[in-house]
């Protein structure tokens, strides 16, 4: 992959088809707990995600003339047309396409990935894999 380039229309759409199949098989409607360490300030931080459809057409950074669900599965079915996206901020968008294929594989990346529950004030974690 290459940083800074510009894509035309058929390759946004084509990069934005091929992720919408990986968000699908990889983190539709899974609950993702990213767990980080702050050493500024030393301190173990952490952000639960759901992955929903509605979800996929901000992580594009484009505007689609139908509603978010709608654009997903337009990218599942491959019905995604040049003359009905408008792209936000170029920049922005390109940098999001730069990584939008990455992004899409988040769950396989990661060091740990296990299902976890809340209990009063503590998180007990079940780990999958390592």
């Not at 689609?64 to 047309?81: G, H, I, P, R």
């Amino acid at each position: 992959m290459s940083y800074n380039k510009e894509y035309n229309s058929d390759e946004i759409i084509k990069r934005i088809c091929e992720s919408a199949q990986k968000y699908k098989r990889n983190l539709l409607n899974k609950n993702i707990m990213f767990i980080t360490k702050n050493k500024k300030i030393k301190k173990i931080e952490f952000i639960q995600t759901v992955f929903l459809k509605s979800n996929f057409l901000h992580l594009t950074g484009i505007k689609y003339y139908k509603s978010s669900n709608k654009f997903f599965e337009d990218c599942l079915e491959n019905k995604v047309s040049s003359d009905k996206l408008l792209i936000k901020n170029k920049v922005f968008t390109q940098l999001k396409l730069e990584i939008l294929e990455n992004a899409m594989s988040v769950n396989k990346s990661a060091k740990r990935m296990g299902s976890y529950i809340f209990f009063k004030r503590y998180k007990f974690a079940r780990t999958i894999w390592k």
